[in-house]
């Protein structure tokens, strides 16, 4: 019996063939296109200073399941100390179209709100996010902002008091902060007051840039300062070494805010731990990738805290610390 096949059957049976493997490979080319979420960072300091907390936050994100390079893109901007920049770097994060900015300081976040108010914005270290109009409340943000608290107005006492417990003899404190960044004055308002309960005078040294640090060291000089606390600041944090060369030049014990000051020669650091700080805003981040509303995240408060005291910068400068100071310290540099 002979079999005789048509033109138009092999036609109908190669388009049903191609209709076949063409449905096949529509999942695959979907899987190809996907979207890459896009994190961006915003950073008032320079990158110098941040290695630590950026290596902690990406590490956080692999454990999470996010690989940067493969699954995840991270664009970083550093401001290097120079606020005025902070708002421009923000822009470009929003043209580059984030799916989140991470704004660790008090700067960073009024930048990006100013220039985003729908993109997801995740702060790591702002004193009060409350009082700087940053959320409705710690439990219920209600915004595109959420993040973490550090706490830092209610820190400036024990500060204070750590000072005075390593340094018993002081009777005058300079107090290093910048009028510009909003959450300073809640921390002068709050270090005054801690001052004031323990029977120091407290010396304001007011600095907005990088030009007032000169003025501001002679104003301590002339008033007579005993000691000196830094607050966490990103200009601060950039000319970190101007600041810690003056201290240890003019032997005056230092309390900062930031972990890089002690490593790199500064006396005394009483502050949250950064680096949990910036895991546990890969989790933030996580979770807004995964569909949450910052305005249903609520601001978490730090959950571990460093004392650091650096007996060569004590020796330095012709310290003794207490040892009941020294046995209240996490870690000692020797």
């Not at 580059?96 to 985003?116: E, N, Q, R």
Request: with cysteine; net charge positive.
């Amino acid at each position: 019996m002979r079999v005789v096949t048509s033109r138009w059957s092999v036609v109908s049976c190669c388009f049903v063939l191609y209709a076949m493997l063409f449905a096949l490979c529509i999942p695959a080319q979907a899987q190809q296109a996907k979207k890459v979420p896009r994190i961006g960072i915003l950073f008032g300091g320079s990158s110098s200073r941040y290695s630590v907390r950026v290596e902690a936050f990406r590490q956080r994100l692999k454990e999470l399941g996010y690989i940067e390079g493969k699954n995840i893109a991270i664009e970083y901007r550093y401001a290097d100390g120079k606020a005025d920049r902070l708002l421009s770097l923000a822009t470009e994060l929003v043209l580059l179209k984030v799916d989140v900015i991470v704004a660790p300081s008090t700067p960073g976040v009024l930048a990006a709100k100013k220039a985003t108010s729908t993109i997801p914005i995740v702060f790591v270290s702002v004193g009060d996010p409350v009082a700087s109009g940053f959320v409705a409340s710690l439990a219920r943000p209600g915004g595109n902002v959420t993040g973490l608290t550090n706490f830092s107005t209610e820190l400036s006492g024990k500060r204070v008091e750590l000072l005075k417990e390593a340094v018993p003899n002081i009777s005058r404190v300079a107090f290093l902060w910048n009028p510009a960044n909003p959450s300073h004055r809640l921390l002068w308002k709050e270090t005054h007051a801690a001052a004031q309960a323990l029977g120091l005078q407290l010396q304001s040294l007011e600095v907005r840039s990088s030009n007032d640090f000169d003025s501001a060291f002679e104003t301590a000089l002339r008033e007579r300062a005993q000691a000196l606390i830094t607050p966490p600041e990103p200009l601060f944090n950039t000319h970190l070494k101007r600041i810690v060369e003056f201290a240890a030049k003019n032997r005056l014990p230092a309390m900062y805010a930031f972990t890089e000051a002690v490593d790199a020669g500064g006396l005394m650091l009483y502050a949250p731990n950064y680096a949990d700080q910036f895991r546990r805003a890969a989790t933030y981040v996580d979770k807004i990738l995964k569909g949450t509303k910052p305005a249903y995240l609520p601001v978490e408060r730090p959950t571990k805290f460093e004392f650091i005291i650096n007996l060569k910068a004590a020796k330095q400068i012709g310290l003794t610390i207490p040892p009941n100071v020294l046995a209240q310290a996490d870690r000692i540099i020797k």
